[in-house]
């Protein structure tokens, strides 16, 4: 089906925003080529100027370069987020961008601290999973991401407690095994000086401060199925853009 313009906000950006979500959902991958100015203009049924604005908008907020051989999907230094990688994992198979590489420092069950039994809406102390990961790209460590999962999970899904990568990645995996589906988030974001040992895997001194990310999923019946926490890699941005009713 064709895309229609909306009238609720201008055709470049409506244009822009399309673009926008497919380069974060991963279905336009890095480096891939954008349809040109005349293809976005016949499609959308917009004049060429519109079209091209729209690109230069992308441009703006970086998501695109353009050369005289065309447009290409470009995020350069954006943060891949848990969110980020959920969207990817459900479009395209994979929560990873090309030459992004996650390593697992640990996982099994662990007493729950007090801020994620409440999280989890468990009693301190009862054992839950604690899967952690840091993931990196050429251009160093994107993050040190840590998941909190009932511990429950365990037993339909043991290959949680295994320190190594799931195929589907947390998400995936527990969904297939557990048909719990994360339907529901909240995620915050504050800076904080990274503790000692949280700096080190992150190439940094003790108490840089850093970005944190948490994240609360919750599946169909409204169950929380993991809190997530990322500390982003010193020199990470988050950037994100909204529609304004």
Known sequence: MAPRIQRELPPFMQI????????????????ARLPSIAEISAEWGVA??????????????????????GTFADLGRKQTTGPDRLGMLRVGGT??????????LDAGLVPAPEEVAEALGVDPGIPVIRRRRRYEDDEGVIALSTSWL?????????????????????????EQRSGRR???RRDAVTLLPAPAEEAALLGAAAD????????HYWDQQGSV?????????????????????
């Open 16 to 31: 822009a925003n399309h673009f926008r979500q497919r380069i974060i959902d991963g279905e336009i991958g890095p480096d």
């Open 48 to 69: 060429t100027a519109t079209a091209a604005k729209g690109i230069k908008q992308l441009q703006a907020e970086g998501y695109v370069r353009s050369s005289t051989q």
């Open 95 to 104: 929560g990873m961008r090309p030459g992004e590489r996650v390593e697992i």
């Open 150 to 174: 009932p511990g429950e999970l365990a037993e339909s899904a043991p290959e949680l407690l295994i320190p190594e990568p799931l195929p589907l990645m947390t998400f995936g995996f527990v």
């Open 182 to 184: 994360a339907v529901r």
């Open 208 to 215: 840089t401060p850093v970005l944190v990310m948490s994240n």
């Open 225 to 245: 199925t993991e809190y997530a926490v990322d500390l982003f890699g010193p020199g990470r941005r988050l950037s994100a853009e909204y529609d304004i009713p």
